[in-house]
């Protein structure tokens, strides 16, 4: 038998059995013990990973002084990441999934074409995989890429996979990715699958998450929570002129969502990505939402007690919403933390920032 494929197995067992055990344990920590909020974003000129923390959920500073805290030309086959989505599973451990796709490749000198392939072919922003993170600690972070054309046959033509999510499906007791899919030159459907415990490969072929009513309207970037009662809400966005997020309830974590035409979003132009999450200690939750449409881009958000009214918050730093030390983010995700979880992410990229200063001061001195 080959041995990496034994490998592979036991990690899986006992990724399998961890979970098992921690959702027996409480090992996920209820909100009560939550005090703080993470970020995680990307931004086009980088292409990399960010993260920002908050204790409030309205102030937000970003980590490493700004900077990314992972190199999308690190962990993806295009040499870049987009789309960032983390989440915290029943085991306690952070789950990140991110589009392999690098807009700029070309301009970069990773790649000779514009995109991986003809895009006549397979369309604006064609790639065929996604990025797979697993960490206990959002510190260090195991990741695979996942190629859905090597690992479908019936996907060898796959036009393009964007914008991944993850959540825990407790009737499967699986984790399930969910994302946006193309085939060949089409229009962008919602699809979903299930991935492995160690959260290294998909198990199961993609199926549709959810059709829109009319077949002519591209949908794309999905997020799921569930609400106080049980049901699931998924937001998404329909392209249509402008595109905008829409939101849709079910009884199921993957299927059966219904229709609503009503627009949850406040904006007047085009928006994408959205996010929704729940202030500690509130009934109120926050929707979340990447602006395209002005310059310079910006996040959008919305505020509802009951899913039916969103009152807008405007924009970071037009409103109550505040970014401190970074501009432009793109499609991001905010989840809660304990204060500890944020105490120990800020100190190890002080850390980090002391470090880089104190070489710098050292090479400085040594030049003059």
């Not at 900077?67 to 789309?83: F, K, L, N, S, Y």
């Not at 990741?143 to 690992?151: I, L, T, Y």
């Not at 009934?283 to 039916?308: E, R």
Request: glycine letters at 8%.
């Amino acid at each position: 038998m080959n041995r990496n494929r034994v490998v592979a197995g036991v990690v899986a067992l006992l990724s399998l059995v961890g979970l098992v055990a921690a959702q027996r344990h409480g090992a996920l920590p209820n909100e009560k013990k939550m005090g703080a909020y993470l970020f995680v974003f990307f931004t086009d000129p980088t292409h990399s990973l960010f993260m920002a923390t908050s204790r409030d959920g309205y102030t937000f500073t970003a980590v490493n002084e700004g900077q990314p805290v992972i190199a999308g030309d690190t962990i993806a086959e295009q040499r870049g990441i987009r789309d960032p989505h983390i989440y915290r599973g029943p085991d306690g451990a952070f789950y990140m999934a991110m589009t392999d796709l690098h807009l700029f490749a070309k301009q970069k000198g990773y790649r000779a074409t514009t995109w991986e392939r003809d895009e006549n072919a397979y369309g604006w922003g064609n790639n065929r995989g996604l990025v797979l993170l697993r960490s206990t600690d959002l510190i260090h972070w195991t990741h695979h890429v996942v190629r859905f054309d090597k690992a479908f046959p019936e996907l060898k033509d796959v036009g393009c996979v964007w914008a991944p999510e993850t959540i825990y499906d407790a009737a499967a007791g699986k984790m399930m990715l969910y994302f946006t899919m193309r085939l060949g030159n089409g229009r962008t459907k919602l699809y979903y699958a299930y991935t492995d415990a160690a959260f290294t490969r998909l198990t199961s072929a993609p199926k549709i998450l959810f059709e829109y009513p009319n077949p002519e309207i591209q949908v794309l970037d999905a997020d799921i929570i569930q609400l106080p009662d049980k049901r699931f809400c998924l937001t998404y966005v329909a392209q249509e002129k402008p595109g905008g997020i829409k939101m849709a309830l079910s009884d199921s974590i993957h299927s059966g969502y219904r229709y609503n035409p009503a627009w949850v979003d406040a904006e007047p132009g085009a928006c994408e990505a959205p996010n929704m999450w729940k202030r500690i200690g509130e009934d109120k939750w926050v929707l979340m939402y990447d602006v395209f449409s002005i310059q310079p881009h910006n996040f959008g958000f919305c505020q509802t007690t009951d899913f039916a009214t969103f009152n807008d918050l405007g924009h970071f730093n037009t409103g109550v919403m505040k970014a401190t030390n970074f501009t432009s983010p793109k499609h991001g995700t905010v989840i809660q933390l304990t204060a500890k979880e944020a105490d120990r992410l800020e100190r190890y990229w002080k850390k980090k920032e002391d470090t880089r200063r104190a070489g710098s001061g050292r090479r400085t001195a040594v030049k003059g």
